[in-house]
C-alpha cells in the first residue's frame, strides 16, 4: 500500500532553513506528480509545491516563491522541500501527498518559525 513518511521539521528562527524529506513506497515514485501542502493553525490544508514527471518541472505557491526548492530522487523514492529564509507564517504542519485518483498524504511534520 502507498505510504509516505515525512522527516526533516523543527524549530527554527525566522530567516533560518529547513530541508524536509518525504519517503515513499507502495506505489511506481517516479511515475508521480508529487506535491507538499501545509496546514496552518485553524487554517485548511494549501499546496505549497509540486514536481512533475519526468523532467521535474516545479511550481510554488506564491507566498513561498524564491525561499522554497522542491526536488526529488527516484532512485532513492524521496520527495524533498528545501525551506530557506523561513518566515513565522511558514508555520504549520507539512504535509507529502500523492493524487492517483484519491489523495494520499502522509502524517505530516511540524515546522514552527519563531525567535
Known amino acids: 500500500q502507498v505510504q509516505l513518511v515525512e522527516s526533516g521539521g523543527g524549530l527554527v528562527h525566522p530567516g533560518g532553513s529547513l530541508r524536509l524529506s518525504c519517503a515513499a513506497s507502495?506505489?511506481?515514485?517516479?511515475?508521480?506528480?508529487m506535491n507538499w501542502y501545509h496546514q496552518a493553525p485553524g487554517k485548511g490544508r494549501e499546496l505549497v509545491a509540486s514536481i512533475v514527471v519526468p523532467v521535474g518541472v516545479t511550481s510554488y505557491a506564491d507566498s513561498v516563491k524564491g525561499r522554497f526548492t522542491i526536488s526529488r530522487d527516484n532512485a532513492k523514492k524521496t520527495v524533498y522541500l528545501q525551506m530557506n529564509s523561513l518566515k513565522p507564517e511558514d508555520t504549520a504542519v507539512y504535509y507529502c501527498?500523492?493524487?492517483?485518483?484519491?489523495?494520499?498524504w502522509g502524517q505530516g511534520t511540524q515546522v514552527t518559525v519563531s525567535s
Open positions: 501527498n500523492l493524487h492517483r485518483g484519491n489523495d494520499y
Open positions: 507502495g506505489f511506481t515514485f517516479s511515475n508521480y506528480v
